[in-house]
């Protein structure tokens, strides 16, 4: 049998700051995400359940924190390779102002689900 180690994730391990609503934007898309979701899917993110987490969202600083999510490029590193990425492609704002409509680089979608199971299992081998 072989030994695992298990290290931090990926996009948890970047050097970045993220606000509270980032924080909260990134968590519920991580819930919507499936292993078998074809790559250009939508993920939809309820605004109302965004305001539970973090109190009222002015519609300014939603785009500000989705803008940021968008901009912020990651530099993932596996196995002397480096993945440069976005988390998010694309993100839309419905006409009633009740959801996101988001879409992820089909490259960063492993991350994400990582991420949702909280760490990346690694051989003993490729993390020593």
């Known amino acids: 049998m072989e030994k ?3 290290q931090h ?10 606000s509270a609503l980032e924080k909260n934007i990134v968590y519920m898309l991580t819930r919507e995400l499936k292993e078998d979701d074809p ?14 987490a973090v109190g009222r ?4 600083e939603l785009e500000t924190a989705t803008k940021n999510l968008i901009r912020r490029s990651y530099h993932i590193k596996d ?12 993100v839309g704002y419905d006409a009633t102002g009740k959801e996101l409509r988001i879409k992820i ?5 492993p991350y994400f689900l990582a991420l949702r199971n909280k760490t990346t299992p690694n051989s003993n081998s490729t993390s020593l």
């Open 57 to 60: 969202i002015e519609r300014k």
């Open 105 to 109: 680089s089909p490259n960063i979608l």
């Open 39 to 52: 790559p250009g899917k939508e993920y939809v993110v309820a605004l109302a359940d965004l305001e539970k």
């Open 4 to 6: 695992q180690l298990i």
């Open 79 to 90: 196995n002397g390779d480096t993945l440069i990425v976005s988390l998010m492609t694309v």
């Open 9 to 18: 994730n990926a996009i948890t391990e970047a050097h970045y700051e993220m």
